[in-house]
């Protein structure tokens, strides 16, 4: 996360209480990757905080390159498949299902390409006014960036739940105001934007598991 490690490890709490939340109303196996998505940017920020901490103290350089990496594996090979999966197993609306399920299919060679880059390539770290840039000497091929941006933004704007149709909002403005004012540290000021968005997606069950209880009790 942008601004400090104080910051980052603010964050890592509250996703993380906001992810202990969500998986705990979780009512299905096809609820648990969404549910775990707090948990996901909890770690990332965890990974970061502990980033900032080795750039700011001048520590193990191998310890901030493992870090540096860590955060990149998550962000480009593993939040395409989780975005696209999460959503998809909790869509229940046939045409949206179908939508969702061809960004996934096109999210599998773009995070396999992001796990790739990120071993062929490593990724350092360094501090840009106040926010981490990765760099790792390559540019990003631009078919790629694209494919990244639909099967992260896409599967949540086409969802039918309200709650996803939001998160995947704030991840479309964070993406602009990221791009706009903080563009060298890309990656760390969205995935900043997207933790943010938590919060939503533990409203999202809260709301999910008390019309449940409304409708048990209409039962009994």
């Keep these: 996360m942008c601004f400090s490690a104080t910051a980052s490890f603010a964050a890592c709490a509250a996703t993380a209480m906001a992810g202990t939340f969500t998986l705990s109303r979780a009512q299905s196996w096809r609820d648990v990757p969404l549910a775990a998505v707090p948990i996901a940017f909890a770690t990332q920020q965890a990974i970061e905080g502990g980033l900032w901490l080795q750039i700011g103290q001048g520590q193990s350089v191998v310890t901030a390159a493992i870090l540096a990496n860590a955060f990149a594996f998550v962000a480009l090979g593993f939040w395409p498949l989780m975005a696209s999966l999460s959503a998809l197993?909790?869509?229940?609306?046939?045409?949206r299902r179908i939508a969702i399920a061809i960004l996934f299919c096109l999210a599998i060679p773009v995070g396999l390409y992001g796990f790739y880059d990120t071993h062929a390539h490593p990724y350092a770290a360094c501090v840009v006014g106040h926010s981490i840039q990765?760099?790792?000497g390559k540019l990003y091929p631009w078919p790629l960036i694209a494919g990244y941006l639909a099967c992260t933004v896409g599967p949540m704007a086409l969802s039918s739940h309200k709650a996803l149709k939001q998160f995947g909002a704030i991840?479309?403005?964070g993406l602009i105001v990221s791009l706009l004012a903080f563009y060298e540290a890309l990656f760390s000021v969205w995935?900043?934007?997207?933790a943010a968005a938590s919060a939503i997606l533990a409203v999202h069950f809260a709301r999910q598991d008390g019309s449940r209880a409304f409708v048990r009790t209409l039962k009994h």
Excluded: G, K, S
């Design 191 to 194: 995935c900043f934007f997207a």
């Design 171 to 173: 991840l479309a403005l």
């Design 89 to 95: 197993l909790v869509e229940r609306q046939r045409w």
């Design 134 to 136: 990765y760099l790792n």
